[in-house]
């Protein structure tokens, strides 16, 4: 206790120079809570490897076929050369607005308000995607259990079950999140723990039996060559996808304020987040590959009926009918570990949003008993759940619009982020090679790769054919709504902000040279 007391005491003593020296303002969260592996972890968790490759395996085959292995790499290089500019921007900022914070700081109020807002809306769609899976596979889960196939398909049958339990599950992941983050760290090594132990026993197993498997593949190396095979447009779709595949690495930087080391932890943590996840992925892409081909018949991964939900077609062929269980008990795991980090950066993006003037001093509340923004971690629970609500009314194929959605969103403020530490360090690129590879090289490759992939994003998602929706609203894409609709709207709601309260807006909470508030 004494030491964890020491540790709490030095780490917001650096947390309070950092900011000091920075202008930035104490949120009064706990400090000194988290190291680079539960950091890496709670990203991990967040990421959702289990959901994440369950719902984005088919996306990406029916973009790029034998090419999923290399579009995977072609994902995380945006991603790791992006992680490089949180890393910088944070060892010398730590604050939990992350993405909002720096983009201020570098851009100004207005485009810091829209990567805030782009940042807080992915995490809600990320939300409502991770509830409907922990709500399919748990009752996929139960209904195999018990040997009852009605249940096993009772939400995906009946739209009032569907919507009441996903509901019911952000419920009670918000009122787990509320807790605070020590009650979260603690559930998440032994969900994310468990998760992962299933999904490299799956891969391997997949690999092992492969060769007796109808449509089954060789391993060839050219899976992971991105320059051939591929057009233009389906590198562009399958990008989309695997970007997604990434998404939620950055939950490590918006705990930054809670770390032993704000300025150094954060970063490895989000480091070795990626990589993880990377080769996670790969092994689990090449594995589903050899074992089930990518036919568009029985268990291959181009079959539609498998694309939504490949490891509840894959589970009991590869794992028989004592494992198959337990990989749909992985893939709900997934989603309700990462339902509870997930929602940490939405919140705290908020918290910091109200600190600083952008939205309003409410969301700036901390529980004294829990330390954590009890506040707007319900706010984000309840928008997730009317959101959630409002597209399944809206559209038959929930899951793959709102992943081709969340592109966008993930695009646009990662990007920002990453132009952000360039302009951030503007005065400092060349005075060392670290500099010139980490604020200057890095962060804006990554940047150019992010905006190009969100322009033609933005252009394929008004073409409901073209983005694989078939939704449409007055003859534009839903996808194009649910993405660039609702960064639109977030303007107009800034608008809205600045006259409520200008004092942000107006450079005065918040800027590059703003003095250390009291």
């Not at 040997?147 to 952000?170: F, P, Q, R, W, Y």
């Not at 026993?201 to 391993?219: D, Q």
């Not at 600083?356 to 923004?373: C, D, E, N, V, W």
Request: glycine share 12%; aromatic share 12%.
């Amino acid at each position: 206790m004494k030491g964890l007391i020491m540790t709490e005491n030095l780490a917001d003593t650096d947390l309070a120079r950092a900011e000091r020296e920075e202008g930035l303002v104490a949120k009064g969260l706990a400090a000194g809570r988290i190291g680079t592996f539960t950091g890496a972890i709670l990203g991990i968790s967040t990421v959702a490897p289990g959901y994440t490759l369950t719902a984005s395996i088919g996306l990406i085959v029916a973009a790029v076929g034998l090419k999923m292995p290399a579009i995977l790499i072609a994902g995380f290089i945006p991603m790791f050369l992006t992680a490089y500019a949180y890393r910088e921007l944070n060892s010398r900022a730590p604050d939990c607005g992350a993405s909002f914070t720096w983009s201020t700081k570098a851009f100004g109020p207005y485009v810091g308000w829209m990567c805030g807002w782009g940042m807080v809306i992915a995490t809600i769609i990320v939300l409502s995607n991770l509830a409907s899976i922990g709500v399919q596979f748990g009752y996929e889960f139960l209904g195999k259990v018990l040997h009852n196939e009605k249940l096993a398909t009772l939400s995906a049958d009946n739209i009032g079950v569907n919507i009441g339990s996903t509901v019911a599950l952000l419920a009670i992941a918000t009122y787990i999140s509320c807790r605070g983050i020590t009650t979260s760290e603690k559930v998440q090594y032994v969900l994310v723990g468990f998760q992962m132990i299933v999904l490299v026993t799956f891969a391997i197993v997949a690999i092992v039996r492969s060769g007796g498997t109808e449509g089954h593949l060789n391993f060839d190396i050219d899976w992971f060559d991105p320059f051939t095979g591929l057009t233009m447009s389906a590198f562009v779709i399958g990008l989309i996808g695997s970007i997604f595949a990434f998404w939620g690495w950055d939950t490590c930087l918006t705990l930054g304020e809670e770390c032993k080391d704000p300025t150094k932890v954060p970063g490895r943590a989000g480091l070795l987040c990626v990589l993880s996840i990377l080769l996670t992925y790969l092994l689990v892409a090449v594995a589903v590959m050899m074992y089930a081909g990518i036919g568009d018949t029985g268990l291959g991964l181009g079959n539609k009926d498998n694309a939504a939900n490949v490891f509840g077609a894959l589970a009991y062929p590869v794992l028989g009918d004592w494992g198959g269980p337990l990989l749909l008990l992985a893939v709900f795991a997934s989603s309700i570990a990462s339902l509870q980090t997930t929602v940490l950066p939405a919140a705290r993006t908020m918290l910091a949003m109200g600190t600083y003037g952008a939205f309003p001093k409410k969301f700036a509340q901390i529980s004294p008993r829990t330390l954590s923004p009890v506040y707007s971690t319900v706010v984000a629970g309840v928008v997730t759940a009317a959101f959630y609500t409002i597209v399944t009314l809206l559209s038959e194929r929930t899951l793959l619009d709102t992943i081709a959605a969340l592109g966008i969103m993930i695009c646009w403020y990662y990007g920002i982020t990453a132009f952000a530490c360039v302009w951030f360090f503007r005065k400092e690129l060349f005075l060392n090679l670290h500099n010139v590879v980490y604020k200057l090289v890095f962060p804006l490759l990554g940047g150019i790769m992010l905006l190009s992939v969100f322009v033609k994003s933005v252009l394929v998602s008004m073409d409901p054919t073209a983005s694989g929706s078939g939704a449409e609203i007055g003859g534009i894409g839903l996808v194009f709504y649910l993405g660039f609709g609702i960064l639109l709207f977030g303007a107009v709601l800034m608008l809205v902000m600045r006259a409520a309260q200008p004092a942000y807006f107006r450079g005065e909470t918040l800027t590059m040279d703003t003095p250390p508030l009291p």
